[in-house]
């Protein structure tokens, strides 16, 4: 499997399971049906052990845009590999959105509300206020990426070792920065699903949200290089 083939097939493995778990705790007439925020933040760290775990000895398991751009800035990744990177990512997103909504499309058409239709593939503010949702998703993913970072120092590049590290930090991330915007800090996880949103017949969908769309785009990557910065001085 080259790394291409490896970063499509993990980020689609971390969306369709991301993507799965807010369905089954939104959409009616589900098993997991008002389960809550901590069911939704637990099977997101999941999701991504598991695209980590398998991806991570081929491509190192960027699966997040802002991920390959801070270590391409970093000086640890070519910037030549950022494009095909970024590319196989968003790739996976549009195919891990679109088997998510494969997997819940009855219960998608049984709940009303355009919103949580529109959750299942991306992320809307609590609070819509351009600037704080920018500093939210920045400030998330600058722990992310930090994080990262650390690990990466430990074990030389990112791979399967690192997927427990990871989940723990995605929890982490979750639990502690994740109400404001729900936490994207992956411009791929919000931006892809939140195409397919907008391209799948999906009964009474509504609005894709586009106003909103370019920042969990810009947070992350912000947030990103910051870190990159940070942890130099350090």
């Known amino acids: 499997m080259s790394p291409f083939i490896a970063e499509i097939f993990g980020t689609a493995i971390v969306i369709v399971l991301g993507n799965g778990v807010v369905a089954n705790v939104s959409l009616n007439k589900c098993k997991g049906n008002g389960t809550g925020f901590l069911m939704v933040t637990i099977g997101w760290a999941m999701a991504v052990f598991i695209g980590v775990f398998v991806s991570g000895p081929i491509s190192g398991a960027h699966l997040n845009p802002a991920v390959s751009i801070a270590l391409a800035y970093a000086g640890k990744f070519p910037w030549a590999d950022v494009p095909m990177y970024i590319l196989a990512q968003f790739l996976g997103a549009f195919l891990g959105s679109t088997l998510a909504w494969l997997s819940y ?31 939210t998703e920045a400030i998330a993913t600058f722990v992310l ?26 929890l982490g991330i979750g639990l502690g920065l994740g109400g404001p915007t729900g936490y994207a800090i992956n411009p791929a996880r919000d931006l892809g699903p939140r195409i397919m949103h907008a391209i799948l017949p999906i009964k009474g969908k509504g609005s894709s949200n586009w106003g909103y769309a370019w920042i969990p785009v810009v947070g992350p990557i ?3 290089l910051v870190a990159v910065v940070v942890f130099n001085l350090i």
């Open 105 to 135: 499309r009855l219960h998608i058409d049984s709940t009303e509300d355009p919103a949580d239709k529109l959750g299942i593939f991306c992320n809307t503010p609590a609070i819509p206020n351009v600037l704080w949702n920018l500093i």
């Open 145 to 170: 990426i930090i994080a990262v970072l650390f690990i990466q120092a430990d074990n030389d590049k990112l791979g399967s070792v690192s997927a427990l590290p990871i989940a723990f930090v995605i």
């Open 222 to 224: 912000i947030g990103g």
